[in-house]
């Protein structure tokens, strides 16, 4: 299942995105916004990614209006990788080197046709372990708090 959310700024790319993702079979749970009005995008972030760390949805797809304080306010949930994405390639690379769980997107700053191809591409992607996993561990001891760091501060 994918987890689904948006503010004010991304409703209407939210709504494009899970029609195309249901035409496509995909289970979608959208937590919102239902209406262009006005919201913090913070209260979207926090259920969209708890649905992802307590293994009620596979991956959270957030837009706000350009992506940056929606990512930011998910990427301070411990646990979740969420990529800003404004290309396929980026999109591919966060989920095969940063296996990130976690897309955002700008709903002003990429158009439907684009944002539809980056969701395709971040989920049709997979990570691929290897060197990439040491990284990932390296990130979650910085998310314990711990020294990662060998040389002299």
């Known amino acids: 299942m994918i987890a689904l959310g948006s503010d004010h700024g991304g409703y209407e790319l939210k709504e494009i995105i899970k029609k ?4 496509r079979g995909y289970c979608v749970k ?3 916004v239902n209406s262009p009005d006005s919201v913090d995008y913070p209260d979207i972030a926090y259920p969209v990614c708890m649905s992802v760390i307590n293994g009620e949805c596979d991956k959270g797809i957030l837009i706000c209006g350009t992506g940056i304080g929606i990512s930011i ?3 301070k949930i411990r646990g979740i990788r969420a990529a800003l994405c404004c290309d396929c390639f980026s ?3 966060s989920r095969e080197h940063n296996d990130a769980n976690v897309l955002a997107l700008g709903g002003r700053v990429v158009g439907a046709g684009l944002a539809v191809e980056i969701v395709e591409t971040w989920l049709n992607a ?3 372990g290897g060197r990439h ?3 990932i ?3 979650h001891a910085m998310e314990n708090g ?3 760091y060998k040389g002299e501060c």
């Open 30 to 32: 959208d937590f919102g």
């Open 73 to 75: 306010a998910a990427n």
């Open 20 to 23: 195309h993702l249901t035409e």
């Open 146 to 148: 711990e020294k990662i």
């Open 133 to 135: 996993q040491r990284r």
């Open 137 to 139: 561990d390296k990130i």
């Open 91 to 93: 999109a591919r690379m």
């Open 126 to 128: 997979e990570f691929q």
